[in-house]
């Protein structure tokens, strides 16, 4: 089968502590070259992102903030697509101790051990808000937003299937996009859960594994296994 697009999370899988390395970058401007599509999937808020990637032009979209900011870098635009809890909220976090905090455009996030407050602030707040955890980080978005639903919305906007696309991710809050895509991937590096869902692993770790599944994609020489008894068909 022929994949169309590769969707790709960017810390543990393209990034490498928090860097993308020249081998990952030529691979992924294989793929442009190939007349494939590429989408960043990422937990990240896109100022942050901005300042750490400056090779955002490499991508068609980028999902930021774990499903809740749409990104395209051809023209600079953005569209949100969900709503920022009260500022209310996040000075009770504040004024609960929950240091450090970031706010997005939609997200609040801090770091573990942190959780607890969190729940704690939302059940007060009455708020109906999800907390997303990532290797560490607390993501704390409105319920039903994921990188599932971020990366529905950009390949809506590109006109492509899910089942065209190769998703690959390392962590937690990667199960929901590799879920909806053809085919998941998880790098070698990707929590033990995340690999025993993913139909495939790689051999390489972070950019070396996506390099690896980018030049099968190129060749036209990844095929989806069987479906796995234990895995429910998105």
């Given at each position: 089968?022929?994949?169309?697009a590769?969707a ?13 390395d ?7 401007q ?7 599509r590429?989408?960043?999937?990422t ?17 068609d ?12 870098p ?7 697509l969900?709503?920022r ?7 009770d ?9 970031s ?14 407050a ?21 993501m704390?978005?409105?319920?039903g ?5 971020g990366?529905?919305a950009a390949?809506?906007e590109?006109?492509?299937?899910p ?8 962590a ?34 972070h950019?070396a594994?996506v ?24």
């Amino acid at each position: 089968m022929r994949y169309l697009a590769l969707a790709t999370d960017y810390d543990g899988t393209i990034a490498h502590h928090g860097r993308v390395d020249e081998p990952t970058l030529a691979a992924l401007q294989r793929l442009r070259a190939a007349d494939r599509r590429l989408i960043l999937v990422t937990g990240r808020e896109l100022d942050e992102l901005k300042e750490t990637f400056p090779r955002l032009d490499l991508f068609d979209l980028v999902v930021a903030e774990n499903g809740a900011l749409l990104y395209r870098p051809e023209d600079g635009s953005e569209t949100v697509l969900a709503e920022r809890p009260p500022d209310s909220f996040v000075n009770d976090l504040r004024e609960r101790g929950v240091s450090p905090l970031s706010v997005g455009r939609v997200i609040v996030a801090t770091w573990e051990p942190h959780q607890a407050a969190v729940v704690e602030a939302i059940r007060q707040a009455e708020l109906e808000l999800q907390v997303i955890f990532n290797k560490g980080a607390v993501m704390i978005l409105p319920t039903g937003v994921n990188k599932a639903t971020g990366l529905t919305a950009a390949l809506g906007e590109l006109g492509v299937d899910p089942e065209q696309v190769v998703a690959v991710g390392d962590a937690e809050n990667d199960h929901a996009f590799l879920a909806l895509c053809g085919l998941s991937v998880a790098v070698a590096n990707a929590l033990p859960a995340l690999k025993d869902r993913a139909q495939f692993v790689t051999r390489g770790d972070h950019g070396a594994g996506v390099a690896e599944l980018i030049d099968a994609m190129i060749a036209d020489t990844l095929t989806p296994p069987a479906p796995r008894p234990d895995v429910p068909t998105p």
